[in-house]
């Protein structure tokens, strides 16, 4: 559907991708799931999606340096990113703000919130 906005989630967890994939998919986004972390940079470029969601607890390179990297990069600096994490300490969430993520959202959020969150991220 060409006027459904893409929205690139980097998740490591197959029941997560499924979850938020579908949550994306019933408020109207075309959601472009990874599963691995090593090609978020890469893929965001080439798809240049609205928004991105990036897991924080990813097993080979921290959420936290995947946003970094997307932040410092000026072809995907612009693309809005929201942290998504089970770490939800005022710690975790000045860590990923200080990453560069527009967004902090602890899980496990209900979709009517994580709809109205990636809403927000897109004005």
């Not at 710690?91 to 009517?112: E, M, Q, R, S, W």
Request: aromatic share 4%; proline share 4%.
């Amino acid at each position: 559907m060409a006027d459904r906005k893409c929205i690139m989630l980097v998740e490591d967890t197959a029941s997560h991708r499924k979850l938020y994939a579908s949550w994306l998919k019933i408020g109207g986004y075309d959601p472009h799931v990874l599963g691995d972390e090593r090609v978020a940079q890469r893929m965001a470029e080439e798809l240049r999606p609205a928004a991105i969601i990036v897991d924080i607890r990813l097993p080979n390179i921290s959420g936290l340096d995947v946003i970094e990297g997307l932040k410092a990069d000026e072809r995907t600096r612009a693309i809005p990113v929201m942290a998504l994490t089970v770490l939800d300490s005022a710690t975790d969430k000045d860590a990923c703000l200080a990453a560069g993520a527009d967004v902090f959202v602890t899980k496990p959020d209900h979709i009517a919130t994580f709809l109205d969150r990636i809403a927000a991220l897109l004005v």
